[in-house]
């Protein structure tokens, strides 16, 4: 991957990791009794039910819906939608496990703390 595609992938990370944090945020105070793996899941199928998806992207949503992971933590929701949009998975070692760190230090930065998020 060249340079400026693994630098679109960073910028690309940390901006999903911050919005994705301040959904759970917002979701926790209108509703602080729902846990954080409820609030995952509901952000993860409203970004990709209401977002406009192409024909690649709507594949890769029902094929995980339909695998039956689970998306009960913020990390896994930056994962998960990160998969869905750019087509980046566990198979893809160098770049997932690039974008996997970036996630982890931007929701670091952004006050989220979960020993789970693995």
């Known amino acids: 991957m060249g340079l400026f595609k693994r630098w679109g992938k960073r910028a690309a990370a940390k901006i999903l990791a911050r919005s994705a944090y301040e959904a759970y945020l917002k979701h926790k105070s209108s509703a602080p009794d729902l846990t954080e793996a409820e609030i995952a899941h509901a952000v993860f199928m409203q970004r990709c039910s209401s977002r406009n998806l192409n024909k690649a992207e709507k594949v890769r949503f029902e094929k995980y819906l339909e695998t039956e992971k689970s998306v009960d933590s913020i990390f896994k929701l930056c994962l998960a939608i990160f998969y869905i949009v750019d087509n980046i998975s ?19 930065r952004s006050g989220y703390k979960n020993s789970s998020r693995q």
């Open 90 to 108: 566990e198979n893809d070692a160098a770049i997932y496990s690039m974008v996997k760190k970036v996630i982890e230090e931007e929701l670091g």
